[in-house]
């Protein structure tokens, strides 16, 4: 029987190009979706599939993300004395999530030398890896199914999403085989970011990854691949087409996705996000309608 996981590592030293200036002092993970951060929504994940040791991989600007997770005493007696409870709370939810650790990437080099990095801490047992930039709907639990297929195939798990033929050029592409499970397939082949016509499918690979710790190994010998940069699909290409490392199975995800990296898909999660909350969703959905109906194409 494999450990039981209980490590979680998020990516978050990207230079977050496609957001500048908006990142050039802030990592884009610490951009706001509605009012909280997008790592928040993150690590709230992984607590809520019951991981709560948490290794960050930050690169510069990596001041906003440790603050964001440590206590603030003039904020916090500042609240207090205003007797603002409220707002005290929301300010703590993001200190006493988990237990979370920090390590430098130096150059971002890619995602899978960012994954690399967190070789010393994880050791010799099964993670997972969630993408700082890529949010899942709470409603909508992916994670704990990955950590259940990991468990019973004692396999690499990544989760896959089926997407429009025209948007495949943007992910890592999977070629996969059925299995008895109707959510569950099996990865023969994967390709980072194929032009629409090569793609061997338009399953596409999301930013959730359930790995088993052979992908080390792999990745030290990993060459830069796509965009010169250490691909995590190239090594997880090396394990499925090695059957003693397990294979490499692929969750379908079928519930809701946001994309907060990308500029349209970051600014679709909040309104819709907004749009459904208690405290703003009265007043944010007559006002959105209105002003869909006065815009001109
Ligand atoms: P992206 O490719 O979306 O991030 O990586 P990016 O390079 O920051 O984006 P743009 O294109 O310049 O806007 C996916 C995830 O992997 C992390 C990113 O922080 C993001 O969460 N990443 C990427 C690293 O941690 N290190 C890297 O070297 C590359």
């Keep these: 029987m494999p450990n039981p996981i209980t490590k979680a590592v998020i990516p978050a030293a990207g230079l977050g190009t496609r957001f500048l200036p908006a990142t050039k002092a802030m990592p884009k993970e610490m951009l706001p979706v ?35 997770f440590d206590r603030v005493a003039e904020l916090e007696a500042t609240l207090e004395k205003k007797g603002d409870l409220a707002k005290l709370q929301r300010v703590n939810e993001s200190t006493d999530l ?25 050791g010799d047992e099964p993670f997972a890896v969630l993408l700082g930039d890529d949010l899942i709907d709470e409603r909508d639990p992916l994670l704990s199914r990955m950590i259940e297929e990991q468990a019973k195939r004692n396999a690499t798990v990544v989760a896959l999403l089926e997407v429009d033929p025209s948007q495949i050029h943007l992910y890592g592409a999977a070629a996969v085989e059925k299995t008895d499970d109707d959510d569950v397939v099996r990865i023969t082949g994967l390709v980072e970011k194929p032009p629409a016509d090569s793609a061997p499918s338009n399953l596409a690979i999301i ?27 190239d090594a997880l290409q090396t394990l499925a087409s090695d059957d003693s490392a397990g294979g490499v199975y692929g969750v379908v995800f079928r519930g809701r996705r946001y994309d907060t990296g990308d500029k349209i898909d970051y600014i679709k999660a909040i309104v819709q996000l907004a749009c459904e909350r208690e405290d703003l969703g009265n007043d944010l959905r007559p006002w959105l309608q209105e002003f869909v109906g006065s815009v001109r194409n």
């Design 34 to 68: 509605v009012d909280k951060p997008a790592i928040q929504y993150v690590v709230e994940e992984a607590v809520a599939a019951g991981l709560s040791d948490v290794l960050m991989i930050t690169g510069r600007n990596k001041n906003a993300l440790e603050n964001h």
């Design 98 to 122: 988990a237990d979370i650790h920090y390590v430098r990437q130096g150059d971002p080099k890619g995602l899978g030398h960012a994954v690399l990095r967190a070789r010393m801490h994880v």
């Design 207 to 233: 930013g959730r990854y359930v790995l088993r710790p052979e992908v080390f190994d792999v990745l030290e010998k990993t060459e830069p691949g796509k965009g010169g940069e250490i691909q995590l699909t």
